[in-house]
């Protein structure tokens, strides 16, 4: 090996980063994801079928804006504390849950049909509750 080649091939091996720890294979990585060691958030309630229709009823019907939904959702529930892209990104997988398209698309979202479609929903529903999602 020549003195240039020497000398490349030391360069180039000092420009490797340092090992960070043992190396993890594949095995390691499942155990310590089933373990359950990476920091915790805090836990997510399920949303209930009367949350997901005020959702959809004060932003369809009602027309309000995710700050006021957001304050009204955590008045009507209290102890499961939501926030506006929660509630937002919630209300976009219920649009596809219920078969209401056209949501992301060119704005065609809150018309009539769309209306109609949670008004038909209302029905499942206590007529008070219903009622009292537009107090």
Same mark, same amino acid.
């Given at each position: 090996m020549s003195q240039?080649?020497?000398f490349a %091939? #030391?360069?180039h091996q000092s420009q490797q980063p340092p090992a960070l720890g043992p190396a993890r294979d594949d095995k390691c990585m499942r155990i310590s994801y089933i373990a359950d060691v990476s920091p %915790? #958030?805090?836990?997510r309630l399920e949303y209930t079928d009367e949350e997901e229709f005020a959702i959809m009823y004060?932003?369809?019907?009602?027309g309000l804006e995710w700050k006021a939904i957001t304050e009204r959702m955590n008045a009507r529930f209290p102890g499961r504390s939501r926030s506006n892209g929660g509630l937002s990104s919630k209300y976009y997988r219920i649009r596809e849950k219920w078969d209401m398209s056209g949501a992301r698309v060119g704005g065609g979202e809150n018309g009539p049909r769309d209306v109609e479609k949670v008004s038909e929903i209302a029905r499942r529903f206590d007529a008070r509750f219903?009622?009292?999602?537009?107090q």
């Open positions: 240039a080649e020497s %091939s #030391r360069t %915790s #958030r805090e836990e004060m932003k369809v019907v009602l219903v009622a009292s999602l537009g």
